[in-house]
């Protein structure tokens, strides 16, 4: 596709609820970032993969977060057992190479928690 | 302790006057990428301008500029011509090369800029 595609846009849980974030990179990017942005705050990283390999999942808030992108392509976040403080924008991001100057991002999966 | 410091929380400006928007990044690589972006009240991240830690001249994109000064760690965006649609949050980030070898951009709290006629 022409951009980086998240679904879904809009998520509404209950606590203790598991959810699946999915999101398709632009076509031939490399690399892909996944970002947890809190009401009024600044994206915060979670994991970053570049092809299909899981080069840093030190954001990665709990073993609650898992992150995979198996074939190199498409790429889901999952939360186990959600919290409240769960409850953000969930922004996923893709470049063309490990160095590639420019990032794309997508408009991000709202997820709220009650 | 903070990569990226965006100082000023909210600004205001006049429809067609220019603005700046203040960043200021720590870091002790010599390789480093600076980044804007700007986040309107839809969400997405809008690419908006790159500068490279070895690129010799401020980078510009239409009328966004990047006041580039290396020596001081600042890389300020100055928009000319400030338009109504400019409002939005805009995002300072830079990109490292930490020993592992991913490029992993972090951001700064943000600026929210508000545009009146």
């Known amino acids: ?114 | 302790a903070q990569k990226i410091t965006q100082t000023q929380p909210g600004m205001f400006v006049q429809e067609k006057e220019a603005v700046t928007l203040d960043c200021t990044y720590d870091t002790s690589d010599q390789s480093y990428g600076l980044f804007w972006y700007k986040q309107p009240s839809s969400g997405e991240m809008i690419f908006l301008i790159y500068q490279g830690s070895y690129d010799e001249q401020n980078a510009t994109e239409g009328r966004y500029s990047l006041n580039f000064q290396k020596a001081r760690k600042s890389a300020n965006l100055v928009i000319s011509a400030s338009q109504l649609g400019d409002s939005a949050m805009y995002f300072c980030a830079m990109r490292e090369v930490p020993l592992g070898g991913s490029y992993i951009p972090t951001f700064g709290r943000g600026t929210s800029l508000i545009v009146h006629p």
């Open chain 1, 1 to 114: 596709g022409a951009g980086v595609s998240q679904s879904p846009r809009y998520k509404v849980a209950k606590r203790g609820q598991d959810v699946a974030l999915r999101c398709d990179p632009i076509s031939g990017h490399v690399s892909l970032f996944w970002y947890q942005q809190a009401l009024g705050q600044g994206p915060e990283f979670l994991t970053y993969f570049q092809n299909e390999a899981q080069l840093d999942k030190s954001g990665l808030p709990s073993d609650r977060f898992f992150a995979e992108r198996p074939e190199g392509s498409v790429s889901t976040l999952k939360i186990q057992r959600t919290q409240k403080e769960d409850s953000a924008v969930y922004l996923c991001a893709s470049s063309r190479a490990s160095s590639g100057n420019t990032i794309y991002f997508g408009e991000g999966s709202w997820l709220t928690v009650v």
